[in-house]
């Protein structure tokens, strides 16, 4: 019995042994599957682009195919097997394989298996019935086999998703924009609850601040969109703590694409609200100083990372948390290069919650109005600026995961098209190549206001020209025009 149990694992090692496929194999096949994929989507099937995606994913396909006999790709939870081997997600690509994961699940899909070689005309039939397949339809995989089948494909299998409970039910999650107003709105509540608990020295409750934030890292982790557009709008009214919760979420939305596990973002969702809780402690009127701050000035606010610390410390109900709010709310001026604040007298490493929590804290506060300045600095200017500071003033990595995230056109911009359209740049793409080309909702006027038109995708072509149909031309300032972005965006 023992010796059968023995030879089994022995045939199953040998068998995962025998698939070798390269790093490049493996980043490859997502990407050229995903493309052809999102090619199906925007053009014919005549297409001379369509040619070219299907060959770019057979010159991957067929030496493994050749190779290893099959190809079985399958979606577990939040990750892309290729026979049975993990395929390890960058963080570079991860957006692309998020994409990925999620184009296919949403249609049903689990798994994709092809069991031959297959021919250019079969797997670009295969892509385009797969790209048709209506989202939310849990038997679509029955379907494709029988279309498939009825085409003389039979290289190609398709198995439904597996849902695991906690991930069925966040899907089957009606609304996902009210969900993730309703976190917004309800972490708000919870900093200014905070905020007074201190003041009036009262016990916190970590327990809905863990739970608040744990339902952000779920609204993230299922269309990080939602949170991210809600992030974006400007109030002048609350800057604190709106800004505390708008760092919470740029925080956990990067966590989540560098692959951070997901109880840890809650706890960096946590540190990001919790940050500038020093700053409770600074009088009103230095922090909301309209005229140009004095030395004087500037060495109080310069204190808050330690008075924060030190409340934090005071506050014996975080627990196992409390190191990791330490870390950011210390660490969250103190740059990359340590050259900021407080000065250190001995050199530290940064950890990287402190990193984080540090760009989230520096992107939001320049995108967003202060008392002292009208308007908001272009968001462009802003990442051009982190750019510039990667690796003095932040981690290069980090910024390069940022701007990917936040997109050169991020959520609530005001555009104008070359057809002389004005728009809400709506949805930011996943894929960075197509950083430029957001999806907009086009604004038109009548009486007397700017109203919500219909919504454009830029990756658009036209059929008879085969360019793009619509680009931008230009950043637009909403005040100008007097437009409410945030109107549109909730
Ligand atoms: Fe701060
Ligand atoms: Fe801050």
């Not at 298996?113 to 790209?131: D, K, M, P, T």
């Amino acid at each position: 019995m023992v010796k059968m149990a023995e030879d089994k694992r022995v045939e199953v090692s040998s068998l995962l042994d025998q698939s070798i496929l390269s790093e490049y194999e493996k980043i490859e096949i997502v990407l050229r599957l995903y493309r052809l994929l999102k090619g199906a989507t925007l053009y014919e099937r005549n297409n001379i682009l369509i040619e070219r995606l299907t060959l770019d994913c057979l010159q991957i396909i067929t030496p493994i195919l050749q190779r290893e006999g099959q190809l079985f790709l399958k979606i577990v939870r939040d990750g892309i097997f290729f026979n049975n081997v993990r395929i390890p997600i960058k963080a570079d690509r991860y957006a692309i394989f998020k994409n990925f994961i999620q184009e296919i699940s949403q249609k049903g899909i689990g798994s994709i298996e092809i069991l031959n070689e297959i021919s250019a005309e079969h797997l670009r039939e295969f892509i385009f019935l797969l790209a048709q397949a209506d989202a939310h339809k849990e038997d679509n995989y029955l379907y494709l086999n029988q279309q498939l089948a009825q085409r003389g494909i039979n290289e190609v299998k398709t198995d439904k998703i597996e849902f695991f409970k906690d991930e069925y039910l966040s899907m089957v999650a009606k609304n996902h924009k009210e969900f993730a107003k309703e976190v917004y709105f309800k972490s708000l509540n919870l900093v200014r609850e905070v905020a007074e608990g201190i003041k009036n020295q009262k016990v916190i409750n970590i327990r809905k601040a863990k739970h608040l934030m744990q339902s952000a890292v779920n609204s993230i982790m299922q269309d990080e969109s939602a949170l991210l557009a809600l992030a974006s709008i400007k109030n002048y009214d609350e800057y604190t703590f709106n800004h505390s919760v708008n760092v919470a979420i740029y925080a956990i939305a990067l966590g989540q694409r560098i692959g951070i596990p997901k109880k840890d973002l809650g706890h960096l969702g946590i540190a990001g609200l919790f940050h500038d809780i020093g700053k409770l402690k600074i009088p009103l009127e230095i922090l909301n100083k309209k005229e140009k701050l004095s030395a004087e000035d500037w060495g109080i606010i310069r204190a808050h990372p330690v008075i924060g610390t030190e409340i934090i410390i005071q506050m014996k109900e975080w627990g196992e948390l409390s190191t990791r709010l330490i870390s950011a709310t210390f660490e969250h001026h103190l740059k990359y290069d340590l050259s900021g604040y407080p000065k250190l007298s001995r050199k530290k490493n940064l950890t990287l919650f402190g990193k984080i929590v540090a760009l989230a804290d520096f992107y939001d506060a320049l995108v967003r109005p202060r008392v002292y300045r009208k308007f908001p600095y272009v968001s462009e200017k802003i990442l051009g600026f982190m750019l510039e500071r990667a690796g003095k003033d932040f981690s290069p990595a980090l910024v390069k995961v940022f701007i990917n995230m936040i997109g050169i056109y991020p959520l609530g911009t005001l555009v104008l098209l070359n057809t002389n359209e004005m728009g809400i740049v709506w949805q930011t793409q996943e894929d960075p190549d197509l950083i430029d080309r957001p999806k907009v909702c086009l604004l038109y006027y009548s009486g007397g206001e700017y109203r919500k038109g219909k919504e454009v995708d830029l990756r658009e072509i036209d059929p008879e020209t085969g360019h793009f149909k619509r680009w931008i031309v230009k950043t637009l300032d909403p005040n100008e025009y007097n437009i409410n972005v945030a109107e549109f965006l909730i």
